[in-house]
């Protein structure tokens, strides 16, 4: 879509305005949504190291890992996003976790 044609979705102004501001309220909603969940996921770390304690495994399981970057780059095909931007993003989602679990060991 060339500059011309983005422009042609506005009749004004004022509708550019409209649209920029819905949006990005819109976007701190999902931003507060993200980071509730990304926490609601990061508690689970007490369940997960209780867990792999008892069964005798280590913090890291890299298995699990493929597992979950795999499924990741299956949903990014399936939504055209970008699979190395996700991947990064699983990457910090489970160095949170691991180093929750880590956390919760050392106590």
Known sequence: MDEK???????????????????????????NDLVNLISERTSLAKDIVSAKVFLGMEIYDKSREDEIHAKVSRLAQ??????????????????????????ILEE
């Open 5 to 31: 044609e983005i422009k042609s979705l506005f009749e004004k102004e004022e509708d550019a305005c409209n649209v920029l501001e819905k949006s990005r309220k819109r976007i701190d909603e999902i931003d």
């Open 78 to 103: 399936e939504k055209n996003m970008d699979d190395e931007v996700l991947s990064d993003i699983m990457n910090m989602l489970t160095i949170l976790s691991k180093n929750k679990q880590k956390e």
